[in-house]
């Protein structure tokens, strides 16, 4: 087999990871079976790394120590007003971290947000490998076309602390198209990607042509998921509920987490059948009533009533980004329904009104996305007739003015590479220098604006104010790396900067960060006859734990302390081989302390040692 | 149900009696229980247990009447007391009236920490019962009158409590013991050898609980039709726990997923798997069976 390469949709909610073999594009179910995998991190309360279903599991109860939705930190500066209005929808712990960068308290360790991303990326990767059978280390990875450069990086990072070489970063809506054009490859289109997924809602206009996929507006709402239709569920439960018993069920974790997954199941349930019986036995109970049950039934037509205001929401943005894309809804050539959340008929049948067609099943809604990756993935890697991928800026560029005023120089939807300049002057007489402060964003005021980079353009003449002609200069290339610089006209002193957006993270803790994540996986990767043995052995130690009273007193009475103090050596024997991973030696052990407790029960139960006897 | 479900059926009843004084009741279950497994050391030792707490606790007329020949003049074991036929009404003991009264501690409003107590997660049907001194209801009524004891200031209740504690734990009955210690914890949240002995109680538990239910890489699942749950008896804790059963995570995943102490899920999923409403993969009812009266 030729070396290895995945392709992963690193999304909010859940992600996804899939492979080319034998030309078709597949995506690698994980070790449970399931095709899609959550992207929730948790420390349960006994110590143990949760992540994917398990986690999900327990993200009500265990709220504080679950980490879900952490690509909405992913890059982001402790300063950004983005993640100060997400910050708010969180119920886990952020810290402002070490370089202006945020920090995830989870128990008593603090960890980046590319730390979490990757603890989902190991997962996937070893997914990979079990379905493999053999090492991976190449992958692709997604990420949304709004992202901007430190968001990249930041994704960039988590792959290398899962140990992964991430060959390419591309969007997901292009991704999308990929797998769409895939066997395609003569087809000229201008395709709309409907991306709704379980936390965000991406639209994307994008043309396609012989091979080259160039986006040409996105736009979305971060904030509108398929986690906003299972709330919706959840109230319509939860309120009769509180009228009819006094019990507001949201306010209890463990029933809040039982109506979530009923709702969800409902919700999946309803885009196949026309209603659903959601039964929750104990829900809840009162001193008076005992024990209560919610049971309920839930009709598609009633959960389309439910959700209309979020699908309107949805088809808000569509026409939003349509206009600056001065595309016509009727004039597009496909519309690809991206996210589980698409399934809904009533969605697609917004769709469908919409855009005046039906929008296209060519595309496995959960699935597309990933499978775009390892597309692009192979071709990478086998170098085989590369796809062109042209990207947009999603954000405006430009650089902070007088009076905190914010003054773009490209604006958002230009497709890359590009460039642009904007003349400035002095504000002050015999002004020495100039500040140039480069931001993103859509805001006039520059401090609702991503900071990107700050240099100072300094020997300027000395000259009244207004009079100094500053040329500054945007270049993106095409792989989307920006940079300014600034020049003085008359005196031709330039002052450059390559925005090199960090993650947040350091090299040295990048590093170190990868090298914790790689012993945490050689602990995962225990040979399983070894861990057939521990559990074993566990089990043994727990049964004498329980039944070590019994054979203290039994030895003062009359049993003596020579089959304790042997029981005691193999035991301590036994815990060694266990933290020493000897598994020769631990089945010898196991073999030993089965007799010995085979022997002490039997003399228990004969009554040796007993007082009184 | 076969004869090892009949004993551990005694067996638990016996401990709920136990648990809440009804001593003569305890015996009972218990004495039937060990004519069913003479050779079962756990019942002999209960038995043994609820006898010596009758007798140390027997006001100096009671152990009287006791101690009178039983009707049918016969001892079942060497070690156990005449057995007589309690009065039909309660007598009321006149010493007993003059001494102020130690109340029996309020049942804990959290789940009970016996491992074969009902609990309030999966429980065992249990008539509902007064604990009122002076109860004149019921012919068992001897072993719920007020115990003379002397008066005691409320730090010297726990000193009792912390005896009696260790009393417990001395006979292995971690549930009685974490019982008194956490009413003393609740007084005295600072006490060290309190602190100590609570969480050796819930660690040996959590131990029993888990030799009962095997292997915590097993993977439990509804033994029951979905549609019968709701016949259950189930606290919202157990029906929670219920709910995450589903035949593909193992015990410890669900240690991890459900949030719960440690000590409460695995009682949960013992009552649980002891009920026939969950079974282990690849393990039938019966052998589930076997699993739960080992130790």
């Not at chain 1, 005021?445 to 009244?464: Q, V, W």
């Not at chain 1, 095409?478 to 925005?499: E, H, K, M, N, W």
């Not at chain 1, 994540?517 to 521990?534: H, I, V, Y």
């Not at chain 1, 566990?538 to 302390?561: I, S, Y």
Request: hydrophobic content about 40%; some cysteine.
């Amino acid at each position: 087999m030729g070396e290895l390469v995945i392709g992963i949709d690193l999304g909010t909610t859940n992600s996804v990871v899939a492979t080319v073999q034998g030309g078709v594009p597949t995506v690698i179910p994980n070790r449970s079976g399931y095709r899609i995998t959550p992207s929730v991190v948790a420390m349960a309360r006994n110590g143990k790394r949760l992540v994917g279903a398990l986690a999900r599991r327990q993200a009500v109860t265990n709220a504080e120590r679950t980490v879900v939705a952490v690509k909405r930190l992913m890059g982001r500066r402790w300063t950004s007003k983005a993640l100060q209005d997400t910050l708010a929808r969180m119920p886990y712990t952020v810290v402002q971290g070490p370089h202006e960068d945020v920090r995830i308290v989870l128990g008593e360790t603090q960890y980046s947000p590319p730390e979490i991303s990757a603890m989902v990326l190991t997962e996937l990767r070893l997914d990979a490998e079990a379905f493999f059978g053999e090492p991976v280390s190449k992958a692709v990875i997604t990420c949304p076309a709004y992202f901007n450069d430190a968001q990249r990086n930041a994704t960039k990072d988590a792959g290398r602390i899962a140990g992964l070489d991430v060959i390419r970063i591309i969007n997901e809506p292009t991704s999308a198209a990929l797998a769409y054009g895939f066997g395609r490859p003569q087809v000229e289109k201008q395709v709309a990607v409907f991306d709704l997924g379980g936390g965000t809602f991406d639209f994307t206009v994008l043309h396609m042509f012989k091979g080259v996929f160039e986006v040409e507006a996105t736009g979305g709402d971060s904030l509108l998921g398929g986690e906003d239709f299972d709330s919706c569920i959840i109230d319509w439960l939860a309120e009769p509920f509180f009228t009819k018993h006094g019990i507001d069920l949201r306010k209890d974790k463990m029933s809040l987490q039982r109506l979530r997954d009923a709702a969800e199941k409902a919700k999946c349930e309803l885009s196949n059948q026309k209603s659903v019986e959601i039964n929750l036995p104990f829900i809840s109970a009162t001193q008076k009533t005992g024990p209560l049950h919610l049971q309920s039934s839930l009709t598609r037509e009633q959960l389309e009533s439910l959700t209309a205001e979020l699908i309107a929401r949805c088809l808000r943005v569509c026409e939003q980004v349509l206009g600056e894309a001065k595309v016509h809804a009727g004039a597009l050539g496909e519309v690809l329904l991206v996210g589980g959340q698409t399934r809904m008929p009533k969605i697609q049948e917004a769709v469908k009104s919409l855009f005046g067609r039906d929008p296209s099943k060519a595309v496995n809604p959960d699935e597309a996305v990933a499978l775009g990756a390892a597309i692009q993935g192979a071709m990478l890697l086998h170098e085989e007739q590369e796809m062109l991928l042209l990207d947009v800026t999603p954000h405006s560029l430009g650089i902070a003015i007088a009076g905190g005023f914010f003054q773009k120089i490209i604006p958002k939807n230009t497709t890359v590479p590009t460039s642009a300049h904007h003349v400035f002057t002095t504000v002050k007489d015999d002004q020495p220098s100039a500040k140039i402060t480069v931001l993103q964003g859509e805001s006039d005021l520059a401090d609702d604006n991503e900071l990107l980079g700050e240099f100072m353009l300094t020997g300027l003449r000395a000259a009244p104010r207004g009079t100094v002609d500053i040329d500054v200069i945007f270049d993106i290339s095409a792989d989307g790396i920006v940079s300014v610089s600034a020049l003085d006209v008359q005196t031709g002193a330039r002052q450059s900067i390559t925005v090199t957006a960090s993650s947040g993270l350091t090299e040295e803790e990048i590093q170190k960060a990868a090298s914790a994540n790689e012993d945490w996986m050689l602990g995962q990767k225990e040979d399983p006859e070894f861990q057939a043995r521990k559990t074993k052995a566990e089990e043994l130690f727990r049964e004498f734990e329980v039944l070590w009273p019994k054979l203290t007193r039994a030895a003062q009475n009359g049993l003596g302390d020579d089959p304790l103090q042997r029981a005691q050596a193999a035991l301590s024997v036994a815990r060694l081989q266990v933290a020493q991973k000897e598994s020769q030696g631990l089945a010898a052990s196991i073999d030993r302390l089965e007799r010995m407790l085979g022997a002490l029960k039997g003399a228990l139960d004969r009554g040796l040692g007993q007082e009184g006897r | 149900m076969g004869e090892g479900g009949k004993f551990s059926t005694l067996l638990l009843e016996g401990l709920d009696h136990y648990r809440k004084g009804r001593m003569m009741e305890a015996v009972r279950a218990w004495e039937e229980a060990y004519l069913l497994e003479p050779t079962n050391l756990r019942a002999r030792e209960f038995l043994r247990s609820a006898l010596e707490r009758i007798h140390a606790h027997m006001t100096p007329n009671t152990r009287a009447r006791e101690e009178k020949p039983a009707v049918d003049g016969t001892r079942k074991h060497p070690w156990l007391p005449p057995v007589t036929q309690p009065p039909s009404r309660p007598v009321a003991d006149p010493a007993a009236a003059t001494v102020v009264q130690k109340k029996r501690p309020p049942p804990a409003t959290g789940p009970a920490p016996n491992p074969w107590d009902e609990g309030p997660s999966v429980a065992i049907p249990q008539k509902e019962e007064k604990n009122e001194p002076g109860d004149s209801v019921g012919a068992w009524s001897i072993h719920r009158e007020p115990m003379p004891i002397e008066a005691v200031a409320p730090d010297d209740e726990t000193e009792v409590w912390m005896r009696g504690a260790r009393e417990l734990v001395g006979l292995n009955d971690f549930s009685g013991a974490l019982e008194l210690l956490t009413k003393i914890v609740e007084r005295k949240p600072n006490d060290p050898e309190a602190l100590q002995m609570h969480e050796l109680c819930e660690h040996n538990l959590t131990l029993m609980y888990e030799s009962k239910l095997g292997s915590m890489g097993s993977r439990p699942r509804m033994a029951i039709p979905a549609d019968e749950v709701i016949w259950l008896n189930l606290d919202p804790r157990a029906g929670f726990v219920l709910a995450q059963i589903d035949g593909e995570v193992s015990f410890e995943d669900l240690y991890a997923i459900c949030g719960l102490k440690r000590l409460d899920t695995a009682r949960i999923l013992c009552q649980l798997l002891e009920e026939g409403v969950v079974q282990v993969q690849g393990q039938d009812r019966a052998v589930a069976k076997r699993a739960m009266h080992r130790s």
